[in-house]
Nanobody, 126 residues
Framework: VQLQASGGGLVQAGGSLRLSCAFS????????IGWFRQVPGKEREGVAI????????RYGDSAKGRFIISRDNAKNTVFLQMDHLKPEDTAVYYC????????????????????WGQGTQVTVSS
């Protein structure tokens, strides 16, 4: 399994970005897949995850109401639409995935994911 993240960049506060995670080596809807982010010196933070098969989603508190995760099975790609961005959203965003069953309450636990992409930098200026 390989994850290729893209779409990061520099944006002003209030703006939007759309991250993409191209998934290869298997079928995207067989995996829990989504996004974590990390700022140097801080722990990884769960942003949004889409559950395998049924497509249910779970968002971290900082993402609720502003970010939307979606999955295109035909393209084997997961997207993260980020709107109303804030300077505190500045981080490296990592695409992650896991095949085995995972309860919804554990979807935002970084330790549960065994596949990590290379990360894409998101910088939000004030």
């Amino acid at each position: 399994v390989q994850l290729q993240a893209s779409g990061g960049g520099l944006v002003q506060a209030g703006g939007s970005l759309r991250l993409s995670c191209a998934f290869s080596g298997s079928t995207v809807d067989h995996y829990h897949i989504g996004w974590f982010r990390q700022v140097p010196g801080k722990e990884r933070e769960g942003v949004a995850i889409i559950n395998r098969r049924d497509g249910r989603t779970r968002y971290g508190d900082s993402a609720k109401g502003r970010f939307i995760i979606s999955r295109d099975n035909a393209k084997n790609t997961v997207f993260l639409q980020m709107d109303h961005l804030k300077p505190e959203d500045t981080a490296v965003y990592y695409c992650v995935s896991r095949m085995n069953r995972l309860v919804m309450s554990a979807l935002l636990d970084a330790a549960q994911y065994n596949y990590w992409g290379q990360g894409t930098q998101v910088t939000v200026s004030s």
